[in-house]
């Protein structure tokens, strides 16, 4: 049977249309081969970010880390890891962490803490109240481990030869796990402490000496010491907004309170200066090998 003109024009029109696909489909195979053919290496990345000008030239070691490796979410392994806890200078002047932190046996390590191997790390300390240091695959720089490495112990400069146990530190403790009320007890036993000079540390000034006010300057951290608002405010108020402020006293919960941190937690390694930089390369790498999870392969 003959076809009418009018199914001529529709078989016409449908092969072309098919040829259309047909090149369509073609066309992105070829894309995808290309691109596949043509997806650079970190190092050709590397070369092309910087071409583009999206990265500068190499100057410290932490930028360095920044721009090959975190920007670049290089997976850390756990030798180097280890690498670091067994070698001295490594977040800084000072020992090795594993000649105090080898075993879980309290008689021989510093609270029961070896950081001599994976599983140690992660299970953390052991001596009563057990701790872990961190939590694998977040971000740790709240958490135990890498605080110690960063956070100066405060008055600036106390060491460990001073007690974090004083009846002055024990006010404080109290004060914020009795829920850091605005009452009596507070305004003549607690806050006269952050305005009085060797409060918490001889030969050393008092905390509002450096926390007076929410402005910076002249207050570091924009953190005011000086009354119950100010306190419970907390730090950078101007900088993030009063919603977003850091909060440095947590009411019921000192051991998570950023004011009794730094008053009773001394930094890492044990004797470092105060003035060398808290974010040390190697904390970098040890914070990204954390939030990768934490792999002990």
């Known amino acids: 049977m003959p076809l009418s003109s009018f199914t001529k024009l529709r078989l016409t029109q449908m092969a072309k249309a098919s040829c259309v696909v047909a090149a369509l489909a073609a066309g992105f195979a070829n894309t995808a081969l290309a691109q596949e053919k043509h997806r650079m290496t970190l190092a050709e990345q590397m070369i092309q970010d910087m071409k583009d000008g999206k990265v500068g030239p190499a100057g410290a070691d932490d930028h360095v880390v920044q721009e090959l490796i975190i920007k670049r979410s290089i997976p ?46 992660i299970e953390g300390s052991t001596e009563k109240p057990k701790r872990k ?117 947590v009411p019921g919960d000192p051991e998570k309170s950023f004011v009794w941190q730094h008053l009773s937690e001394d930094r890492m390694p044990p004797g470092i200066s105060p003035s060398e930089p808290r974010d040390h390369p190697n904390t970098t790498i040890l914070s990204a090998w954390i939030k990768q999870g934490a792999k002990c392969d």
């Open 133 to 249: 240091l961190f939590t694998p695959g977040t971000d740790p720089k709240r958490d135990v481990l890498v605080r110690r490495l960063r956070n100066n112990r405060m008055p600036l400069g106390q060491g460990f030869e001073h007690s974090t146990f004083t009846p002055n530190h024990m006010l404080v403790k109290n004060w914020i796990a009795d829920g850091a009320k605005n009452d009596d007890h507070f305004n003549k036993n607690v806050l006269p402490l952050f305005k009085t000079p060797n409060a918490f540390g001889p030969d050393t000034p008092a905390c509002t000496a450096c926390h007076m006010s929410n402005q910076e300057p002249p207050s570091f951290h924009e953190l005011n010491l000086s009354t119950h608002a100010g306190i419970l405010l907390g730090a950078d108020s101007v900088a993030k907004g009063v919603d977003k402020a850091t909060k440095v006293i």
């Open 76 to 121: 850390i392994t756990y030798k180097y890891i280890n690498t670091l806890m067994n070698t001295p200078n490594a977040f800084g002047p000072g020992v090795a962490c594993t000649t105090c932190h080898n075993s879980t046996d309290p008689s021989k390590s510093y609270r029961g803490l070896d950081l001599s191997t994976c599983k140690g790390m």
